[in-house]
């Protein structure tokens, strides 16, 4: 049955647009057929379909001369139109996802395919209707029979399929699979475009804010639910986008294993069904192939199962489904001559358990709208509307109570098999931990995470007298602050039960970053330096001076470290916690006495490497040449080439930057290569143990109280996670070009070397250092070779020390620069005129010191 809602019938649907559809329908030329009426309605009713407007067009026309035996005969035939939507996010989202092209492409070229494979065995399939004409413009438009006209109807989506019609669609459903197979066996891997579904890293920035709209509504909603409704809620309170990555994650074929060209969407509204006289199934047609990806061929399974199969069948018929379908899927795979990889039974249950998310997803998205009455404003965008017409409708949809009462026994069998377990860290419970709702936390950041932390905070024997009452976690950092990792504060109180007490502290829980940076921790290795740095090189280090009598704590103290298990974490104390340290501001720099205490307790940092490698003791592989320059080198061309390059472009409209352009575009084609080289120690110079990233932002300043609450009395370094054995002069670059302020920066230059390098030999003579001592020309002719590094940094770090606080500042916004986020933060971290006015300031420097314009390095 058709909607009711008056139709708008758009401006492209002339006459003249359906001559090619009727002509390829009748099989006559486009010269025989003339059009001469329309009647344009929509196809289906609101809540049956949601990514494209589907019109039914009856189409009255007349056959002229070359029409053969139709010649003068008056026709009328019905035709489904679809057509892209024009509606705001949805129609984003539609776009992002290749519906149309896909659609396109399984019509006019794959299914057709699928249908010879089974004609060449004697064996006649239609999997979907026949299309007639396909466009893209002036939009995407596909054409197609009404199969209608051949009695075929939906089956009932709110009651559910029963077992014939299940049956039905899983042969049908396993012909497709195996002649998908098949054919990519024959032919090769299909188009680029069927390698991803919904979830694309591409779509990320779509999910994420979606997520963010969706995800106190929801949370919300499962607390009203009867029975557990609280206890899952309190479950997923806390997945934020990690549900996305771990789609991502099981979406992705496993080339060891049996895949197939999945359906993508296939729920009841998208299959048809022909009836005989006395309702007996007759044959079913598949429609909307519009989501098709390459996968396990249980992601249609998880699909079709838990939004459409009848309620009292879903969990009670359920291997027997799957074993039903993989039957078919055997003996089809069979009659087409498969010779590749095929899945036994067990493994398809097993990949099916292993991909339940999909399902568990299925069930909140789909389901519902399966499940919902009619109504006439069903859409995407209502879904996604944030305003009463918007809350109204979902509160409606997922208060359904056919919806909720499914749900009840669904979420038992979800948590009964482990998907709930999304990071699969072993464990399904609640967070109790208190955070602002907008706070995306991994899973596994609960509150027995703190449990270890409290026994080291505390030591065994007062540990045991308590027990943890609360945990307060919030990010720890502002927008634009950090950029390599993910820094959340805990505050943690701890009730003593022998007195009632309740004790706080503080902890800040360094984690890997998400997102593009997060992909490219495993080479980078920043957490397998740091982790070494707190567990042995620094509690090293600082015995070192405590042998001498002098006390020296170079980073906060660390109180838990964990490996790979649930991820590369570190968990230290909260130097902030009490007020007495702070970071400096980033944008205004540092004054001399900071630049002064900064460069005093550098100095003693290298000067204990320097006496610790010196007394025979070995630093790991992760800190020495060739593979931290290796990881390096990739850094910069991975993560800041694209930056440098975005960078150039924006210099290239600012007056001040011609007389440096042409050098500055011949330094950015090969720099990071020839920056491998430069920070490579030789056996000649002297080295240290740099710690890699000496920016303002990487250091807290202790301040006293009451007359001395402004005056800086000591420093503390963090992120220890680019440490690497070379030059000193590598952090000399960092911290001098980035982190000191402006009117410092060049006219005191040379008086922080010589005050850095006076310090390192006062360091260096207490420790015992034996070797000879490194000298203050000597320094300064190491800083000279190297400006090469300290000019990559001034235009690499300092828009990052520049940038405004904003919401969007992050490296992946800087990369993903084609989207709106990316687009405006570039702007802002690139084109700022504070960073104009430094680099006016520094680049006749660097051209006088010869460091730009110089032909050979």
């Not at 208060?399 to 709930?420: D, I, K, R």
Request: with cysteine; glycine share 6%; charged share 25%.
């Amino acid at each position: 049955m058709a909607s009711s809602k008056p139709v708008v019938i758009p401006e492209w649907m002339t006459n003249d647009f359906f001559l090619e559809a009727v002509a390829k329908k009748f099989e006559v030329p486009l010269n025989a057929v003339s059009v001469e009426e329309l009647d344009v309605r929509l196809a289906t009713e609101s809540g049956d379909n949601f990514v494209s407007v589907m019109y039914r067009v009856r189409v009255t026309v007349r056959f002229g001369a070359c029409a053969e035996e139709l010649v003068g005969q008056r026709r009328t035939v019905s035709l489904i139109v679809k057509a892209l939507p024009t509606m705001g996010l949805s129609e984003e989202m539609i776009i992002s996802m290749n519906v149309f092209p896909k659609e396109t492409a399984m019509y006019t070229e794959i299914l057709p395919a699928f249908e010879r494979l089974y004609r060449d065995r004697g064996v006649e399939v239609a999997f979907g209707p026949r299309c007639l004409k396909h466009c893209s413009d002036p939009t995407d438009i596909i054409v197609m029979e009404d199969l209608k006209d051949r009695d075929f109807r939906m089956a009932n989506r709110r009651e559910g399929l029963d077992l014939e019609h299940c049956q039905t669609l899983l042969r049908r459903l396993a012909q497709f699979h195996a002649a998908s197979a098949v054919l990519r066996e024959r032919n090769g891997p299909y188009d680029d475009k069927f390698k991803e579904g919904m979830y694309a890293e591409k779509n990320r920035n779509m999910f994420e804010q979606f997520q963010k709209m969706q995800a106190a509504f929801m949370y919300d909603t499962l607390c009203s639910w009867p029975n557990n409704g609280k206890f899952y809620a309190e479950l997923m309170k806390h997945w934020g986008m990690d549900m996305f990555d771990a789609l991502l994650r099981i979406t992705k074929p496993d080339s060891n294993k049996f895949n197939v060209l999945n359906h993508g969407d296939m729920w009841c509204n998208n299959m048809m069904f022909q009836y005989s006289e006395d309702e007996k199934i007759n044959e079913i047609i598949l429609v909307d192939f519009q989501m098709s990806m390459w996968c396990s061929p249980v992601i249609d399974l998880n699909y079709f199962i838990f939004s459409s199969v009848r309620a009292d069948l879903k969990l009670s018929e359920l291997d027997y489904l799957i074993s039903y379908y993989h039957r078919h899927l055997s003996d089809n795979l069979t009659l087409l001559s498969y010779s590749g990889l095929r899945p036994s039974l067990q493994d398809l249950h097993s990949d099916f358990i292993a991909r339940q998310l999909y399902g568990l997803s299925t069930a909140f998205s789909v389901l519902p709208i399966c499940l919902m009455e009619k109504t006439e404003d069903a859409s995407i965008d209502l879904m996604l509307d944030q305003g009463d017409a918007g809350t109204a409708f979902k509160t409606k949809m997922y208060n359904n109570a056919a919806f909720v009462e499914q749900m009840g026994s669904l979420l038992e069998h979800f948590h009964n098999t482990g998907t709930f377990d999304i990071n699969e860290l072993g464990v399904q419970r609640p967070a109790e931990v208190e955070c602002d709702d907008s706070l995306d936390l991994p899973q596994w950041l609960d509150r027995k995470f703190f449990e270890d932390v409290v026994l080291r905070k505390f030591g065994p024997s007062k540990a045991n007298e308590r027990s943890i009452r609360h945990v307060r976690l919030e990010l720890a950092t502002k927008k634009g602050d950090n950029y390599a990792s993910v820094l959340y504060r805990a505050n943690i109180g701890v009730q003593n039960r022998r007195t009632g007490v309740i004790e706080t502290f503080s902890t800040v829980v360094k984690a890997p970053p998400k997102g593009v940076l997060g992909q490219h921790m495993s080479y980078l290795q920043f957490s397998v330096r740091e982790v070494q740095m707190y567990r042995c090189y620094i509690p090293a280090f600082e015995q070192l001076y405590r042998d001498k009598g002098v006390e020296v704590h170079f980073g906060p103290r660390c109180f838990k470290v964990c490996e790979g298990i649930p991820a590369d974490v570190l968990v230290l104390d909260d130097l902030t916690y009490e007020g007495s340290n702070r970071m400096a501001d980033r944008r205004a720099g540092l004054d001399q006495h900071h630049a002064e205490l900064a460069l005093d307790l550098l100095a003693q940092f290298h000067a204990a490497s320097a006496v610790y490698v010196e007394q025979g003791n070995t630093l790991s592989e992760d800190f020495v040449a060739p593979k931290v320059m290796e990881n390096m080198d990739r850094m910069g061309k991975d993560l800041f080439q694209p930056m440098l390059d975005n960078l150039l472009r924006y210099m290239a409209d600012w007056d001040f930057v011609a007389d440096y352009y042409a050098d500055l575009q011949t330094l950015a084609k090969g720099v990071f290569d020839v920056l491998a080289k430069v920070i490579t120690p030789r056996e000649d110079t002297f080295s240290v143990l740099n710690h890699g990233d000496l920016w303002v932002n990487n250091m807290l300043f202790g301040y006293g109280t009451g007359v001395n609450a402004n005056r800086a009395s000591g420093v503390t370094l963090v992120d220890f996670q680019m440490c690497c054995w070379a030059s000193p002069v590598i952090d000399l670059h960092s911290f001098l070009f980035t982190s000191v302020c402006p009117a410092l920066r060049l006219a005191k230059l040379n008086y922080f070397v010589r005050y850095y390098q006076e310090k390192l030999v006062d360091n260096l003579v207490l420790l015992g250092y034996r070797k000879r001592l490194p000298t203050l020309q000597q320094l300064h002719v190491d800083f000279n070779d190297a400006l090469l590094y300290g000019l990559t940094i001034v235009l690499v770090g300092l828009p990052f020390l520049l940038v405004p606080e904003v919401v969007d500042a992050s490296h992946d916004t800087e990369i993903g620069s084609s989207t709106e986020a990316g687009q405006r933060f570039q702007k802002l971290l690139l084109d700022n005129d504070t960073l104009k006015m430094q680099l006016k300031m520094l680049l006749p420097f660097f051209r006088h010191r010869g460091t730009l314009g110089q032909k050979s390095m």
